[in-house]
Structure formats: structure tokens, C-alpha cells
């Protein structure tokens, strides 16, 4: 017994108390400014009860009042632990009912109390110890969010790890040399000491994941803001552009279609119907364009009811009939919600090797006026160059 001949066990106590109540301290302070932590409380409330129940055993010199106090305090640690991770995991709690956690609790206290009602605790407060921790361990390992959060992980092992130092000394307990009957209790107490020292490393730890995990969502909220056009759920004009020269260069120069659409007579179905009918033209084409689509291709809102697309891999023939189906498609729909038919008119070019993305726009919004010319309702394509444009084919498309 290497603890007992070395070691002055009050005097490790009491270190051990100390240390317990400045842990509890500073876990208190820490969660303090987590007031998004959900199962702050019960954790401050382990810490706090693991600590006044060191202490009491420590300073008392094993008196059975105090020191069943102690025990009995304890024996709360794991479970409020457990406590604690069920709410901070609301979403994800362990899949044992939190009924099992008080019955094995008071079960533990009777036990631990019955075994105090003569004598400083002893081997059955040891046993009581090792099964609760034990079931705190078993329990906190079925958690869900075990798997994703490494600080839940670590606070398993850290209170499996107390469950088995527990275990080691209640064994021990059962044939210890009688010329030193304090040491496994003492060995115990020291074991919850450690075990509230290294808890307020794993409330940082858990704390510490959700802030990071908060601060990533909320990027990934503003990059989708920014973006992402809300009322058309379509990338704006400026991610449009990024998106479309990033599928360009992985295209690896094959041929690309580009494409300018917008709703005709639009500024009359605001006038006319109203701002909310021209939101939802708005969203019905928008739906359209990416039902349509296939997935390499890029589509964005240009700005007001213009749209721009980029079809890699596409010529101008299959751009019309890409043209042809989103009409169709819109009118379906249409009918189908019972709203005022839409027309659409289109601006087609087929990208040359030696032009940019903006260059290309510019010749689609040219065919797209030469549509509106036109008389709307029409897709018409464009060949040649911005100053010199030869609009090759105009094809009608559905109402006008």
C-alpha cells in the first residue's frame, strides 16, 4: 500500500478538495458566458457537489456524518454529468430513459446511506460508486452524438476510466490489509478529485465544439445569402458569373450555349396583378429553368425578371430546344396553379474559343432584344460578334 506508507492521507485529502473546489469554480465561471450551453446548470451543480462532498470528507477526518455527506454527494456527480449531456444533446440524447438514471442513483444512496448509518463509508459505498459510474459510462457511450463529437468521447473515457479506478478499489476493499483500512476510500476520493479536475477540461471541450460548430453554420448561412438569390432560390448574378467560368474551365474549351431569358410584359403583371404575382412568375420560371437543366449546367438570376443560363457542351440547335421546354414546362405549370399564362422571350449564342463569358452575355442580351423586336414570345440566336450580330434563326414559343 504505496499510498498509505508515503503518502499523509488527510493531507492528500485535503489537496484533493482544495483542487475539486477551484475546479468547480472555474467550470462555474467558464459556463457562465455559455448562456447558449443548455446543461451549464447541471454540470455546475456536479462540480459544485463533487467538491463540498471532498471537502466535507477531508476536513471531518472521516466522521460519519460528514463523511456520509460526502459519499452521498458524490454518488450525485456522475448522474448530474449524464444530466447535463442529455440537455446540451437535446436533439440527440442517449437512447436510455433518463428513469433508469435516477433508479440506479436511488439505489446507490440507499445503499451508500445504509452503510453510513454506523460507519465511515466502506466497501458498499465503493460498490455503489462503480455501479454508478459504470452506468453514467454505459449510458454517455450509447449517445448518438458520440460519433461526431471527439469531446463526448473523451468525457466517456474520462468517466469510464473513474468507473474502473472505483472498481480496482472496491476489489480491493473486499481484501485490503486491515493495517490500512482507509486506503481504497482514500484511492476513491482521490480517483473523484482527478475525475472533477479533467470534467471541467471536457465542459470546455463540448462548449468549445457547438461555438465552432455555430460559427460554421453561420458562414455556411452567409455564403448561401450571399449567393443565393432568396426570392427565386437561384444564384445571383455575381455567383452566376463564378459558377459559369469554373464549369467553363473544367469544360476544357468544348463548346458552350449561353442564354438570356426574361418574362415579357413584366412591369404589367406587377401593374396589373400586383408585386406578390410577379414574385411568384418570378419563382414558377425559376423552378422551371432548374427542373430543365442537367446538372452541369448553370443558371442564375441576371437582375430583375432576366435570367442567364450556360449550357456546356451545348450547340444552337440543342439550345433552342432547351429554350422550347422551359416554355412548355412554365405553361404547364401555369395551368396547373390556375395562374395568368406566362411568355418568355430568349437570347441564344454559341461561345466562340477566343470569347469570354461577359462577351457571350453581351451578344445573348442583343439576340434578346432582337426577340422583344420581334414581338416577344420567341427565342432567337445570334452568330457573328457584339458590333456585327447575325441573328440566325427566331423560333416562336407558345403565347404571347
Not at 42 to 69: D, E, I
Request: hydrophobic share 50%; charged share 20%.
Amino acid at each position: 500500500m504505496l499510498v498509505a506508507a508515503d503518502v499523509h492521507l488527510p493531507t492528500l485529502m485535503l489537496a484533493a478538495a482544495g483542487v475539486a473546489l477551484l475546479c468547480a469554480a472555474v467550470t462555474s465561471a467558464m459556463l457562465a458566458g455559455q448562456p447558449q450551453a443548455r446543461g451549464r446548470g447541471a454540470w455546475s451543480a456536479a462540480q459544485w457537489l463533487a467538491a463540498v462532498g471532498l471537502a466535507a470528507f477531508a476536513l471531518t477526518g472521516g466522521g460519519v456524518p460528514a463523511s456520509t455527506l460526502g459519499a452521498v454527494l458524490l454518488l450525485v456527480w456522475p448522474v448530474l454529468v449524464v444530466l447535463g449531456v442529455r440537455r446540451f444533446h437535446g436533439r440527440q440524447p442517449p437512447p436510455i430513459h433518463p428513469g433508469f438514471d435516477a433508479g440506479v442513483l436511488a439505489i446507490a444512496l440507499l445503499v451508500a446511506l445504509a452503510d453510513g448509518a454506523t460507519h465511515a463509508p466502506g466497501t458498499a459505498w465503493l460498490g455503489a460508486m462503480t455501479v454508478v459510474h459504470g452506468h453514467a459510462a454505459w449510458v454517455l457511450f450509447g449517445a448518438p452524438a458520440r460519433r461526431h463529437s471527439a469531446a463526448l468521447r473523451r468525457l466517456v473515457a474520462l468517466v469510464g476510466s473513474a468507473a474502473a479506478v472505483h472498481g480496482t478499489t472496491w476489489v480491493a476493499s473486499l481484501v485490503h490489509d486491515p493495517a490500512v483500512p482507509d486506503a481504497p476510500v482514500a484511492l476513491s476520493m482521490l480517483a473523484s478529485a482527478l475525475s472533477v479536475a479533467a470534467m471541467a477540461f471536457a465542459t470546455m471541450g463540448l462548449t468549445h465544439e457547438r461555438t465552432v460548430d455555430e460559427l460554421r453554420e453561420s458562414r455556411r448561412r452567409l455564403r448561401y445569402l450571399a449567393n443565393i438569390d432568396m426570392l427565386t432560390q437561384v444564384p445571383n448574378r455575381r455567383h452566376f458569373g463564378e459558377l459559369a467560368r469554373r464549369v467553363l474551365q473544367s469544360a476544357g474549351g468544348r463548346s458552350a450555349a449561353v442564354l438570356m431569358l426574361d418574362i415579357d410584359h413584366f412591369k404589367r403583371i406587377n401593374d396589373e396583378l400586383g408585386h406578390a404575382a410577379g414574385d411568384r412568375a418570378l419563382r414558377l420560371v425559376a423552378r422551371c429553368v432548374q427542373e430543365t437543366l442537367r446538372a452541369d449546367d448553370v443558371a442564375g438570376r441576371y437582375g430583375g425578371d432576366e435570367f442567364a443560363l450556360l449550357l456546356p457542351r451545348t450547340d444552337l440547335r440543342d439550345a433552342m430546344a432547351v429554350a422550347t421546354r422551359i416554355v412548355q414546362r412554365a405553361q404547364r405549370l401555369a395551368r396547373e396553379h390556375g395562374t395568368p399564362q406566362l411568355s418568355l422571350s430568349f437570347g441564344v449564342v454559341q461561345m466562340r474559343d477566343d470569347e469570354s463569358l461577359d462577351e457571350a452575355l453581351r451578344r445573348a442580351d442583343q439576340a434578346l432584344y432582337e426577340a422583344k423586336r420581334q414581338g416577344r414570345g420567341r427565342a432567337v440566336s445570334a452568330d457573328g460578334d457584339e458590333l456585327h450580330p447575325v441573328f440566325v434563326e427566331s423560333r416562336r414559343l407558345g403565347l404571347v
